[in-house]
């Protein structure tokens, strides 16, 4: 079975972050609600606060097939400093391992080199961030083991790029009818 982390610091997008994990978990793929903090709550950006599966310091990342930043700020800011975080996101991306971020967060792969010459996309406010990538409007790019998506508008279609990349396109257009939702 695959295992998803989705990885929450103080200030991440709540509909962004719980969209994923709650699309993934009816698709059958085991999610990890992943604090940063070292606490096992987390508050969003907009004070809903959210108990955690586990804490970063109790992550086995060799269990991982990918790792989800959401956005939201100041969600992004405090994801991109986390240190320990970065590290592993940078042995994802040179092992060909997932790495999928929404909102403001593909701006960390931008900050870190792993954009140049992807199609991707972020919130439109942080697009120049997105360094060396071919940067679109399109709500959900998926590169290789890179997948980006613009926004809280978007994170359904995130979501099911996601479980596409696990089951396939069959399984996540079959949750999208199961959702109601219309695929892009």
Known sequence: MSVVGVFFAEGYEEIEALTVVDILRRGGIEVRMISVTGEKEVTGSHKITVKMDQTLSETDFLGLDMIVLPGGMPGTTNLESCALL???????????????????????????????????????????????????????????????????????????????????????????????????
Do not use: W
Not at 91 to 116: D, T, V, W, Y
Not at 149 to 161: K, N, V
């Open 86 to 184: 970065m590290e592993q996101v940078d042995a994802f991306n040179r092992q060909g391992k997932g790495i999928s971020a929404i909102c403001a967060a593909p701006s960390i792969f931008g900050h870190r080199g792993m954009l140049e010459g992807r199609n991707a996309c972020c919130y439109p406010d942080r697009e120049p961030e997105l360094s060396g990538a071919l940067v679109t409007k399109n709500p959900v790019e998926v590169s290789e083991h890179v997948t980006t998506s613009r926004g809280m508008g978007t994170a359904i279609e995130f979501a099911l790029a996601i479980l596409e990349r696990f089951q396939g396109r069959e399984a996540a257009d079959r949750m999208a009818e199961k959702i109601v939702y219309v695929r892009a």
